[in-house]
């Protein structure tokens, strides 16, 4: 993401516009419905899901980049802090919630470490086709996970399988109430969504709570959220100890990941579709500074959400001020309202957050992977990881696959073998173009990938082998345009190779060679690489004037 030009952080967030206040009061009656619900997906009473919305709206708002971005509660990170927080076993509750805090802060750490590190660039260790398809997986996970709630049957197994299973074995004793009042839920959702300005969620709240405090719901056996307490008199660290804080930075870092890849795709793609300048630096120093307010006061990890990003476009806001309206009016809602706020119905809940995951439920997001035969494999891994091994387990395998691409991508040994194109200066890949012309008595290679430690053996190798099975060769051009840096390791790899051209009798030239890469050969002082071997700037300047195209005068 681009560097924000404007040197004030809060210079748009200060004097709200109208279109800036409609906009939040309309998301307000989104945000505050689904801050409660994704509270029940972290396992956390619902005060931990305002308080995090709180933290969120205040500080990006006041320091963030993107003039739409939402930062609260997402569907995502509940699951993950739940899944991370029930991974632990031998633990109290109490333990447990701190553990959970414990995690918020540290991934606020890691992003205030990246900002400052200006680490803003590497956007994302999570491959496209690997995210979404863990997002599909996430939210089959979180669907299924809501159902217990709605039809009030709690099987004695918690995996997405035999979770489903044993909802489905259960269906005698299915709440035919609740599951009727979630079913009217979505379709209420879905209906109203096309009129973003209509708080769809809190129409639906007030509706449930209507019911509740009428007593239906008691009669009809549907449960209510209960009680929710805030208190922000008192921030404190968890009191963890020190082995305790060891094994939480892993988890703690994973979070940090699937929150920061979340969030810059939303923020990238609502700046890209407005032509947006947006800082990377600083929406990490803003989404750090939001997790540790939120933990301070055992709030839920927070990030930008698309949907709630999405609605807040949608509603007009022009500023980051239509975050801050929408704060203060949940704000005012909760010092009036918290004790109604208790009376909503849990499937009411339920069926909000599946509306939320709702549009990542469709497969549609993979096609295109299909549709180009590329990682599309991958991302089917993705899914099934988390559906198999579980939503913590499942992202830290779609992490892993990640690096493996990465690694992958790196490690390839392939080198094209170029040749002259009819009579221009331009040399190509003779495998792609066989017209292409080899001068008599030359080798060209062009290693594909970036040289280090992991490929250099292999790749002078593969050229190696090339050079023992031409006759007659007299020179050997290696261009190292793909190439911006060489690390300790394929410095001595290509010492060696240098040395071998020699003793066959070879000369070497090194085409292409980027200024870093010229400055660290002048450093070696090899003799087999001096100056000379890499003067030449393109392929046709390493190439003998006997065998060069003319120049036009």
Request: hydrophobic share 55%; aromatic share 8%.
């Amino acid at each position: 993401m681009a560097a924000e030009p404007s040197p004030t952080p809060t210079a748009n967030a200060r004097h709200p516009g109208f279109a800036d206040i409609v906009a939040g009061i309309s998301i307000a009656g989104l945000l505050l419905p689904e801050a409660v619900a994704y509270s029940g997906i972290a396992g956390l009473p619902p005060q931990a899901g305002v308080i995090a919305l709180f933290a969120g709206l205040l500080v990006y708002g006041l320091f963030g980049s993107s003039r739409f971005a939402i930062v609260s509660a997402t569907s995502s990170s509940a699951a993950v802090l739940f899944a991370a927080t029930t991974s632990v076993t031998g633990v109290d509750t109490a333990t447990r919630l701190a553990m959970g805090m414990g995690i918020v802060l540290l991934a606020g750490a890691f992003f205030v470490i990246a900002g400052i590190a200006r680490l803003g660039a590497v956007s994302s260790l999570i491959a496209k086709p690997v995210l979404r398809g863990f997002a599909l997986g996430l939210a089959l996970t979180i669907v299924v996970k809501q159902l217990p709630k709605v039809l009030d049957v709690h099987p004695a197994h918690s995996d997405f399988f035999r979770l489903f299973a044993g909802l489905v074995a259960d269906w005698r004793h299915w709440n035919i109430a609740g599951a009727a009042m979630a079913l009217m839920a979505l379709v209420l959702l879905r209906g109203l969504a096309r009129w973003r300005a209509v708080p769809a969620a809190l129409l639906v709240i007030v509706a449930g709570i209507v019911l509740d405090v009428y007593g239906l719901c008691h009669a009809w056996g549907v449960a209510a959220v209960g009680p929710i307490s805030l208190d922000f008199s008192h921030p404190t660290v968890p009191q963890l100890d020190r082995a305790q804080w060891q094994n939480l930075g892993g988890l703690a870092f994973a979070m940090a990941l699937i929150l920061y890849a979340e969030s810059y795709g939303s923020i990238r793609t609502f700046a890209m579709r407005h032509g947006d300048n947006v800082s990377a630096n600083r929406d990490l120093l803003a989404l750090g500074g939001a997790n540790l307010l939120s933990a301070l006061f055992q709030g839920m990890p927070v990030g930008a959400g698309y949907s709630a990003t999405s609605a807040n476009e949608s509603a007009g806001a022009r500023s980051r001020a239509a975050g801050i309206v929408a704060g203060m009016v949940v704000l005012l809602a909760v010092l009036t309202l918290l004790p109604w706020i208790a009376h909503t119905p849990e499937p009411l809940l339920a069926a909000i957050v599946i509306h939320a995951v709702g549009h990542t439920l469709s497969p549609t997001a993979l096609r295109p992977y299909f549709q180009w035969r590329r990682d599309r494999l991958v991302a089917l891994v993705a899914v099934a990881a988390v559906l198999v091994l579980g939503v913590l387990n499942g992202l830290l395998a779609a992490i892993g696959v990640s690096i493996l691409l990465l690694l992958r991508g790196f490690t390839r040994t392939t080198v094209s073998w170029l040749g002259r194109l009819g009579q221009s200066h331009d040399f190509v890949d003779t495998a792609r173009h066989p017209e292409a012309v080899v001068p008599p008595g030359l080798l060209i290679a062009r290693p594909e990938v970036p040289l280090f430690f992991g490929n250099a053996d292999a790749v002078f190798a593969s050229i190696r082998a090339r050079i023992d099975a031409t006759q007659g060769l007299q020179r050997m051009v290696l261009s190292l345009e793909e190439s911006p840096d060489l690390d300790a390791t394929s410095i001595e790899a290509l010492c060696d190779f240098a040395a071998y051209v020699r003793v066959r009798g070879v000369r070497l030239s090194l085409a292409r060679v980027k200024d870093d890469v010229r400055d660290l050969l002048a450093k070696v002082d090899s003799p087999d690489l001096h100056a000379e071997v890499y003067a030449p700037w393109s392929v046709d300047d390493a190439v003998p004037p006997e065998n060069r195209t003319p120049r036009p005068s």
